[in-house]
């Protein structure tokens, strides 16, 4: 039988998730709204509609 459940999104691979001086941690940058929000910081199998995995190598390749 074939699991069709999403896994959870790592914010920390995420193009969105940057660190904050101001608050000196690192935060998602997309405002969630208050129903995702309360997911999000309900638990761990949250699946972020905004995810964008970073690719910090993505630059080298072009220029190859």
Known sequence: MKNNKKQ???CEQCAYF???DEYDCDVC???LDEDELI???SGSDFNCPYF???DE???VRKQN
């Open 57 to 59: 190598y993505k630059m």
């Open 18 to 20: 940057m660190y904050d």
């Open 8 to 10: 959870p999104t790592n």
């Open 39 to 41: 997911r999000f910081m």
């Open 52 to 54: 964008k995995f970073y």
């Open 29 to 31: 940058s997309i405002n």
